[in-house]
């Protein structure tokens, strides 16, 4: 994950750019919601509503800017959260209906290939400087801190309060396995402490919450 550099005008494309994001993918969960409470008990799956991608980008100019293939995407995030219910309602637990997504509750964007709609490294004759290519928004500064390893394969950018990040998955990363050191040893997990070795070590619990509650309440 390296922090974005957005300029003034690509933050608040970015800014558009996941609002009509969240936009579609509400207007997903609306339409199957709407199906199953018909008195056919319509199911509605990801397919038919990625087959309306054309149509919808057709006639909304907003849906259109944005890539096609990083839409499809969102789809397939609702696709999974419905997997993921019925997953859970089939094992007899009590989960939560899939919710709408409010404005500070949809804060990423995925494109499923790299080249499709986006582009790392985009400006490569420019050595000095990372960039990331995104359809809609252009071609956005990298603070890349450390190599790359592998090709990449996803790419995801993401809003974390004011800030914004890109997210990669590599392919063919190389494995660097340690060497043996010839020792074995047993972690229990527990409550009181964050973990206790079989030699009787023990380690706390951090309690990172616990230790940010007033600069989170500050904010």
Not at 99 to 117: A, E, Q
Request: charged letters at 25%; a positive charge.
């Amino acid at each position: 994950m390296f922090l974005l550099r957005p300029t003034a005008r690509q933050a608040a494309a970015l800014t558009m750019m996941l609002d009509d994001h969240r936009v579609l993918y509400n207007a997903a969960l609306q339409e199957r919601r709407d199906a199953y409470r018909h008195p056919s008990h319509t199911t509605v799956r990801y397919v038919a509503q990625a087959g309306q991608l054309s149509g919808i980008r057709a006639y909304d100019p907003d849906q259109a800017r944005w890539s096609y293939s990083s839409q499809q995407a969102t789809l397939r995030r609702l696709d999974r959260a419905f997997a993921a219910f019925f997953r859970r309602v089939k094992a007899g637990e009590a989960p939560g209906y899939p919710r709408f997504k409010g404005r500070n509750w949809f804060d990423t964007v995925d494109w499923p290939k790299d080249g499709d709609g986006c582009r790392w490294d985009s400006q490569p004759d420019n050595p000095a400087q990372m960039f990331v290519r995104l359809q809609g928004v252009g071609h956005v500064k990298v603070n890349q801190h450390r190599p790359v390893r592998g090709t990449v394969k996803t790419v995801s950018v993401k809003r974390e309060g004011r800030r914004w990040y890109v997210v990669l998955s590599c392919d063919g990363v190389p494995a660097e396995p340690l060497a043996p050191t010839g020792a074995v040893v047993g972690i229990d997990l527990g409550i009181a402490s964050l973990a206790t070795t079989s030699d009787g070590r023990h380690y706390g619990n951090p309690r990172f919450l616990e230790r940010t509650a007033g600069r989170l309440a500050g904010a």
